[in-house]
């Protein structure tokens, strides 16, 4: 595990880490790909009140990748800019020492770019965790310490500089009502390294900006070091989309 190159299969020079940021238009983009993929759900006749996790994302994958990525009925969500989407596929987190690390979603990109990019190519995607948010399972201890923590101890999204947090809201829960006060206090700011609480995202773009007003972003320190002497691990970004499924 020690030797250059082992862990990651390329030569510590052929990479560098992190990973370019993603432009925030992926994370509008996602999004839209999301609500779209709920919107089917339901016109298919879906009890998303009564479906459990596995049940929902597996649900949401299929509509992602068999027909919104498929049929390219939403601009820019094609196989000209995406790879796949896939559910639980497993990757190794940051030191190589968990080899089964299984994020819910994950959304593959292709770049358009002359020289190759100086990236992990496995690990460069947008990784998305799904958590069901109700009187079972708390925004606390489900969301955040089982849940978002997995960014910040490098289980997930290690290599980028963003990552996506899924909630399956039930019972009315908000984020301004729920997820804020949980992460308020004092031993899980400590524990997710909190710089920023969940604040609404504002885009550039005027046409965007009631779509992006439905997402909220958190920054958190990550204290573990990159393996191949690429330094501290940089702060990353959390997205967070709580979207209603009474």
């Known amino acids: 595990m020690g ?5 990651t299969g390329v030569a510590a020079d052929d990479y560098d880490l992190p ?9 509008l983009l996602v999004q839209t790909v999301l609500c779209r993929a709920f919107e089917i759900l339901r016109e298919q006749g879906r009890a ?3 479906a459990d996790e596995d049940r929902i994302t597996a649900d949401l994958r299929a509509v ?18 995406y790879e796949y989407v896939t559910r639980q596929a497993q990757f190794e987190n940051y030191n190589g020492e968990k080899l089964a690390k299984a994020p819910d979603l994950c959304f593959k990109l292709r770049h358009d770019e002359v020289e190759p990019r100086r990236v992990l190519a496995a690990h460069d995607a947008l990784f998305v965790e799904c958590k069901p948010v109700d009187a079972r399972h708390p925004a606390g201890s489900k969301y955040c310490d089982d849940g978002l923590i997995r960014f910040i101890i490098g289980d ?3 290599a980028m500089q963003e990552g996506m947090m899924l909630a399956y809201v039930r019972d009315g829960r908000t984020i301004g009502g729920h997820l804020l006060p949980a992460m308020q206090k004092v ?11 969940p604040a609404p ?7 965007q900006k009631i779509q992006a007003a439905s997402i909220y972003a ?8 990159w393996r191949d002497g690429k330094g501290a691990a940089t702060e990353i970004t959390i997205y967070h989309l709580w979207h209603s499924c009474a």
């Open 3 to 7: 030797s250059t190159g082992f862990f």
């Open 218 to 225: 958190s920054k958190h320190r990550r204290s573990f070091h």
């Open 201 to 207: 995202c504002e885009s550039d773009n005027p046409s």
């Open 187 to 197: 031993n899980r700011m400590a524990s997710l390294a909190t710089t920023q609480l």
């Open 64 to 81: 992602i990748e068999n027909n919104l990525l498929h049929t390219g009925a939403i601009p820019g969500f094609n196989r000209v800019y």
């Open 19 to 27: 990973h370019p940021p993603l432009d925030f238009r992926v994370i």
């Open 156 to 158: 997930y999204g290690w």
């Open 48 to 50: 998303l009140a009564d």
